[in-house]
Nanobody, 114 residues
């Protein structure tokens, strides 16, 4: 069955960095465009970034443009989100998702606080 497992979250001070990882299984990862989403407490889940299947094209929400970088290693069925210059408003549970599937992982908590 399809599985998406996110990891790498944690507590970081404002201005710090984290790298999130998502490992996909149960589907042909290399054929799927992938996205990161996040959900802050009391808010709707929002789109963060998307990468196409071969990693050659990326798109970002305005709120993270220039600070976050989405990437992938298809040989490892792995998706990444490098997050730099983190702000308190980046605090959320982060999820990865295939654009072609409806499955969600369990998410990983990112907390930006001093």
């Amino acid at each position: 069955q399809v599985q998406l497992v996110e990891s790498g979250g944690g507590l970081v001070q404002p201005g710090g960095s984290l790298r999130l990882t998502c490992v996909g299984s149960g589907f042909t990862f290399s054929k799927h465009p992938m996205s990161w989403y996040r959900q802050a407490p009391g808010k709707e889940r929002e789109w963060v970034a998307t990468i196409n299947s071969d990693g050659g094209s990326t798109n970002y929400a305005d709120s993270v443009q220039g600070r976050f970088t989405i990437s992938r290693v298809n040989a490892k069925n792995t998706l990444y989100l490098q997050m730099n210059s983190l702000k308190p408003e980046d605090t959320a549970v982060y999820y990865c998702k295939s654009l072609r599937l409806s499955n969600w992982g369990q998410g990983t908590q990112v907390t930006v606080s001093s």
